[in-house]
């Protein structure tokens, strides 16, 4: 982790769970981290819990709504004021509402699709216009995938999300290609979680209120099933980021997938 002491990280969605773990440990660990979310508050109190952490980089957190492309734009004019450009992005914002794909809202597959892909999509093409333009070229971008990205659970309430999810797998090995082909020595990697335990359920549970009784029956299932298994923990999915990162320049780890032992395959 030394070579990346005192270079810049944005983390997205960085008020909560895996985004605030990933934040607080990249900050202890020497970087300059920048968090994003719209509770940009919660990414303060983390920055004001860091200071005087012996070793730690400093914490700037920055407000912005991912269903906002001009926010998204607006964060990265400042974040090049500020500090010229990033080193490291981790594309962490995701949600997953509960609506299945005969009986699912509109609104909310497109909830999942402006934070999951597009958000995402935007953040990488911006931080890889900052990283060329400072002439940057051992950066590295990390996809928060999860392993529904890459299978198909019986479980309708995830099957949009997996959709979306799977489309992270792609544009994560699509983006790989597109660096190579420019000879770039960026590296891309998809970090595929199980079951963590964070409020992303809630988030989820909030937005089922207005469900069908079909859809709520299959919510509680699959909740019951989740509480069901010893979930992996947020600071288990940060402990990777720096793994992933911490690997020599010449280690590209483009897929790594991590799993509750409980969990089924
Ligand atoms: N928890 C799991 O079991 C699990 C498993 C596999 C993969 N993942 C993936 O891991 C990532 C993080 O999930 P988590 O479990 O940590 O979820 P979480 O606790 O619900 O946190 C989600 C984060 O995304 C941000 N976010 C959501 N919508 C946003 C928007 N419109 N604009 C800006 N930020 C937004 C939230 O910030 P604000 O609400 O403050 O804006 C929050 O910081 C996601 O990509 C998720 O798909 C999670």
Same mark, same amino acid.
């Given at each position: 982790?030394? %070579?990346? %002491?005192?270079?810049?990280?944005?983390?997205?969605?960085?008020?909560?769970?895996?985004?605030?773990?990933?934040?607080?440990?990249?900050?202890?660990?020497?970087?300059?981290?920048?968090?994003?979310? =719209?509770?940009?508050?919660?990414?303060?109190?983390?920055?004001?819990?860091? &200071? $005087?952490?012996?070793?730690? $980089?400093?914490?700037?957190?920055? &407000?912005?709504?991912?269903? &906002?492309?001009?926010?998204?734009?607006?964060?990265?004019?400042?974040?090049? +004021?500020?500090? &010229?450009?990033?080193?490291?992005?981790?594309?962490?914002?995701?949600? $997953?509402?509960?609506?299945?794909?005969?009986?699912? %809202?509109?609104?909310?597959?497109?909830?999942?699709?402006? +934070?999951?892909?597009?958000?995402?999509?935007?953040?990488? /093409?911006?931080?890889? /216009?900052?990283?060329?333009?400072?002439?940057?070229?051992?950066?590295?971008?990390?996809?928060?995938?999860?392993?529904?990205?890459?299978?198909?659970?019986?479980?309708?309430?995830?099957?949009?999300?997996?959709?979306?999810? *799977?489309?992270?797998?792609?544009?994560?090995?699509?983006?790989?290609?597109?660096?190579?082909?420019?000879?770039?020595?960026? =590296?891309?990697?998809?970090?595929?979680?199980?079951? @963590?335990?964070?409020?992303?359920?809630?988030?989820?549970?909030?937005?089922?209120?207005?469900?069908?009784?079909?859809?709520?029956? *299959?919510?509680?299932?699959?909740?019951?099933?989740?509480?069901?298994?010893?979930?992996?923990?947020?600071?288990?999915?940060?402990?990777?980021?720096?793994?992933? @990162?911490?690997?020599?320049?010449?280690?590209?780890?483009?897929?790594?997938?991590?799993?509750?032992?409980?969990?089924?395959?």
């Amino acid at each position: 982790m030394e %070579r990346w %002491r005192g270079r810049t990280v944005l983390v997205t969605g960085a008020s909560a769970g895996i985004g605030y773990a990933i934040a607080q440990t990249l900050c202890r660990s020497g970087m300059n981290v920048i968090g994003c979310a =719209r509770r940009s508050e919660k990414v303060q109190q983390l920055a004001a819990s860091m &200071k $005087g952490t012996s070793g730690a $980089g400093s914490m700037t957190a920055l &407000k912005c709504d991912f269903y &906002k492309e001009e926010e998204i734009l607006a964060m990265f004019e400042e974040i090049e +004021v500020k500090f &010229k450009h990033v080193d490291i992005l981790v594309n962490n914002a995701g949600l $997953g509402h509960a609506d299945d794909l005969i009986t699912g %809202r509109t609104d909310k597959w497109k909830q999942m699709l402006d +934070v999951n892909i597009m958000a995402l999509s935007i953040c990488t /093409r911006e931080a890889l /216009r900052l990283m060329r333009n400072a002439g940057v070229d051992d950066g590295h971008v990390i996809n928060l995938n999860s392993t529904a990205g890459h299978s198909v659970g019986s479980s309708p309430v995830s099957h949009f999300y997996t959709g979306t999810k *799977h489309m992270v797998t792609a544009l994560t090995k699509a983006l790989n290609s597109e660096l190579r082909q420019r000879k770039s020595k960026i =590296r891309v990697t998809s970090l595929s979680p199980g079951i @963590v335990d964070t409020e992303f359920a809630d988030v989820r549970k909030a937005a089922s209120d207005q469900q069908n009784e079909d859809t709520k029956k *299959h919510l509680e299932q699959f909740h019951a099933y989740r509480d069901s298994v010893q979930p992996l923990t947020s600071q288990d999915i940060a402990d990777a980021v720096l793994y992933i @990162v911490g690997v020599p320049p010449h280690v590209n780890i483009r897929e790594l997938t991590l799993a509750p032992t409980d969990q089924a395959v």
